[in-house]
């Protein structure tokens, strides 16, 4: 039980816990925010890609 306690205490000190809700609730909407603009950024890459492909195609024909 004592070694589970300090591996805990490794991960987050105690003296943190207080800490930790407000470090999460600060974080959260910025961890979305970037995730929702690699989501855009990634439909973004697959529209032009697309785009181009038939592009070249076109003028291959």
Known sequence: M???EQAEDA????RALP???TVVET???AARAVGDAA????SSAASV???V???VADCLR
Not at 11 to 14: C, D, E, G, R
Not at 39 to 42: A, M, T
């Open 49 to 51: 890609q697309g785009s």
């Open 19 to 21: 800490f930790a809700a």
């Open 27 to 29: 974080l959260v909407p």
């Open 39 to 42: 989501d855009y950024v990634r």
């Open 53 to 55: 492909a038939l592009a």
């Open 2 to 4: 004592e070694a589970v």
């Open 11 to 14: 991960l987050l000190p105690s």
